[in-house]
């Protein structure tokens, strides 16, 4: 059993890299997802055999030296994965007895490549990678290339933002059909473009590929007085960032609450809303072709700030939001991105 976990730890991680740090993964991603699980359940049935190198534990892939190593403040982490109802309604019960009902932001999953963005009095100063989850690298000058990036925001602010840089659809047509003119090597799809060209040592060329991003997450709320997460986007927006529209806050029940107080001592009681949830993860599950970017998944997240701090985070995770991941349509060829490998 030992080796059979060994085994499977090792092509992972080859995987990983091939993913994370090449921009090039040889295999699709339900495949990943399929052996992850695998490894998953062989490291919980032998406990003895899980390392703290295993892909179960770690996040991102390894750092490119050619750029500069940037530590991120509080690690940027992965989430967990629910490939199936069964386990939204697993995720709702384990939330419900941490906290009790919570109403859910539900978001599109934005499949590009995940960065940090500093802000100090105001102005933009860093940009980086999620690179390992704990050590990213600086992609400022690229970052800067980004239009819906703002250099400068409404207010004096001094934080960090976190989102998803991703290539749109049309911009990624037009630059394959460019290098295929050329006789270049084609990008396999929209992310992998993305995270190539965020990981180009010239900016200028960076500039050339119209990259877009959506911000999602703050690290630190105090200057923006955010209760919810609903806040906190709404928020990004006022401050001039760009943050997905199609998201939706699942049930009212904060001005049912406020309107029915007698019944603030039952409220754990009540039936919240995994439903609005399912409805929402199925919606989009049909519609994803018609948007000019790709999406992987739904984010399913806990909306209230507080709740959010009680439930807390694994070492891989946090235990209030978790990805349900669409089922597989991609086909992956043998095309590579040549271009990080100059
Ligand atoms: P993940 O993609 O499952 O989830 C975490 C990421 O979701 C975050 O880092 C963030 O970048 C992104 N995200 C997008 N929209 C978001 C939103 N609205 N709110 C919060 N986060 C949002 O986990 P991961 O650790 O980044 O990577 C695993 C993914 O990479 C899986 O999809 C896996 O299939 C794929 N992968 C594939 C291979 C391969 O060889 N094909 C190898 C490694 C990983």
Request: with cysteine.
């Amino acid at each position: 059993m030992e080796e059979k976990i060994k085994a499977l730890q090792d092509k992972l991680n080859r995987y990983n890299y091939e993913y994370h740090v090449l921009d090039a993964p040889s295999v699709p991603d339900s495949e990943y997802d399929k052996l992850l699980h695998e490894l998953i359940e062989l490291e919980t049935a032998h406990p003895e055999f899980k390392t703290d190198t295993s892909p179960t534990v770690r996040v991102g892939g390894a750092v490119l030296d050619r750029f500069r190593k940037v530590q991120h403040d509080t690690p940027m982490l992965s989430l967990g994965n629910a490939f199936d109802e069964d386990s939204l309604r697993a995720f709702d019960k384990r939330v419900k007895e941490a906290v009790g009902g919570v109403e859910y932001m539900c978001e599109l999953k934005i499949d590009g490549l995940a960065v940090s963005l500093k802000y100090e009095n105001g102005r933009f100063v860093q940009g980086a990678t999620r690179g390992d989850g704990t050590v990213g690298e600086d992609i400022t000058a690229n970052l800067k290339t980004i239009r819906a990036i703002p250099l400068e925001l409404t207010s004096p602010l001094s934080f960090e933002v976190r989102g998803e840089a991703y290539m749109p659809k049309p911009a990624f047509e037009k630059l394959n059909e460019a290098r295929e003119a050329k006789g270049e090597a084609l990008f396999q799809n929209p992310r992998n473009a993305a995270a190539g060209s965020l990981r180009q040592l010239d900016p200028k060329l960076a500039g050339k590929r119209n990259l877009s991003i959506f911000l999602y997450s703050v690290n630190d709320l105090s200057g923006l007085s955010a209760k919810t997460q609903d806040e906190a986007l709404k928020r990004l927006d006022e401050e001039g960032f760009k943050t997905n529209r199609e998201r939706r806050l699942v049930d009212d029940i904060e001005g049912v609450l406020d309107y029915v107080a007698y019944w603030s001592n039952r409220r754990n009681d009540l039936d919240y809303d995994i439903e609005g949830v399912l409805d929402y993860v199925a919606y989009w599950s049909n519609r994803r072709n018609d948007l000019d970017y790709d999406i992987d998944g739904i984010v399913i997240k806990v909306n209230a700030l507080n709740a959010q701090e009680q439930l807390g985070f694994t070492a891989k995770s946090p235990r209030w939001a978790i990805a349900y991941k669409f089922p597989a349509e991609e086909v992956v060829t043998d095309l590579l991105d040549i271009e990080l490998t100059v």
